[in-house]
């Protein structure tokens, strides 16, 4: 990215921040009674159901956390290269992101998971060089990813779609130097959400508290801080629907549950959708729980297929699935969704046999 580039970003940003005083009007609107997601004041698909279970309030999403990738760290860059340029250029990502968008909210996709400090662009690593981060270390924010946000925000909200924004990820969030850092950068990206209008933004705090943060107050025992911080910041009466995420098969702790205006489950790991349909009782059970949503937006198991399968399963208990799309060289398929560069169109077996059974489920 030139120079050039960087200070016309910076510019934008700080034109954009000018103009908070007077948001654009936004035209989607999130909002949750019981177990049930609103847009606009209607239940989602309203009146519905798909063999014999509703489907009326739920909110298939697919996680897309690359949408806003960039990499800061220029010994890691390179490895990022489109094959045909042979450069990694974060602006065609969002620009091809954008691109697709209306073709997954053709399919019945109503909610994208995006991410400040993206997910691993390798699908799972134990090392993450790389630096991907929204947020600078001392928890101000990158004006660049915030500009190529804004721009997924607004089209979301052109489509009547829903983006669940998490703020932290366990392989970025060393990138922030202390506590105060991270309170800092979750006050500064709360705030921006809200001064800009958005209503079609759920918060997910943090990407599986309970994996590697370095952070205390972004694991477990303390997250449920941020949450209630996140709920507390108000614009004009208004405030952000917030919650946080486990990792695969966990189950949310009394004091999650308690906080939070919907509850985040992951399936990663759980091959059994026998499983899938346990976490939702299990979940259900915990202490503090009161009806509310429940939306797995991460799980990498598929067998679309397949009459049962873990999507079918978190159906038929009343739960929201999440597609997690990553490559898998091994097994054939090569342009996951979080695999950097990504292809973000509808462009293998595995996607389009989860955009089908999107379709088939929602009636669309």
Not at 140 to 156: G, N, V
Not at 283 to 306: C, I, S
Not at 320 to 333: A, H, L, N, V
Request: proline share 5%; net charge neutral; hydrophobic share 35%.
């Amino acid at each position: 990215m030139t120079a050039f580039f960087r200070l016309t970003m910076v510019i934008l940003s700080i034109l954009s921040i000018q103009a908070v005083a007077n948001p654009p009007k936004r035209t989607t609107k999130v909002s949750i009674k019981g177990e049930h997601f609103y847009i606009n004041g209607q239940p989602t698909f309203k009146g519905r159901s798909w063999k014999g279970h509703n489907i009326e309030g739920l909110l298939p999403n697919s996680r897309m956390v690359q949408g806003i990738f960039d990499d800061r760290n220029p010994e890691t860059r390179a490895q990022w290269a489109y094959s045909d340029t042979k450069q990694w250029d974060a602006d065609r990502n969002t620009n091809e992101f954008l691109t697709a968008m209306p073709v997954w909210k053709q399919h019945g996709l109503l909610a994208i998971t995006l991410n400040l400090q993206g997910g691993s662009p390798q699908g799972y690593s134990k090392d993450q060089p790389w630096y991907n981060s929204a947020f600078n270390e001392d928890g101000s924010w990158e004006p660049h990813y915030f500009t190529q946000l804004q721009r997924i925000l607004d089209k979301a909200d052109e489509l009547g779609m829903v983006v669940i924004l998490g703020y932290f990820y366990f392989g970025q969030d060393e990138r922030i130097k202390d506590e105060a850092a991270v309170i800092r950068a979750v006050d500064n990206a709360t705030d921006w959400i809200l001064e800009q209008g958005y209503q079609n933004v759920l918060v997910e705090v943090n990407n599986e508290c309970n994996v590697r943060y370095d952070h205390a107050i972004l694991q477990p025992d303390r997250v449920h801080e941020l949450i209630q911080r996140v709920k507390n910041k108000k614009v004009k009466g208004r405030r952000l629907l917030v919650s946080t995420s486990y990792g695969g098969g966990a189950i949310p702790q009394p004091s999650v549950v308690q906080e939070s205006d919907f509850l985040l489950l992951h399936g990663n790991g759980v091959k059994d959708p026998a499983k899938i349909t346990e976490m939702v009782q299990k979940t259900r059970a915990v202490a503090g729980y009161r009806p509310m949503p429940l939306v797995f937006n991460e799980d990498d198991h598929f067998d679309f297929d397949q009459p049962m399968n873990n999507f079918v399963a978190a159906t038929q208990a009343y739960a929201s699935w999440g597609f997690f799309d990553y490559r898998m060289k091994d097994e054939g398929f090569d342009d996951g969704y979080q695999s950097v560069p990504v292809n973000w169109g509808i462009s293998s077996t595995r996607k389009r046999a989860f955009f089908e059974k999107v379709k088939e489920i929602t009636g669309l």
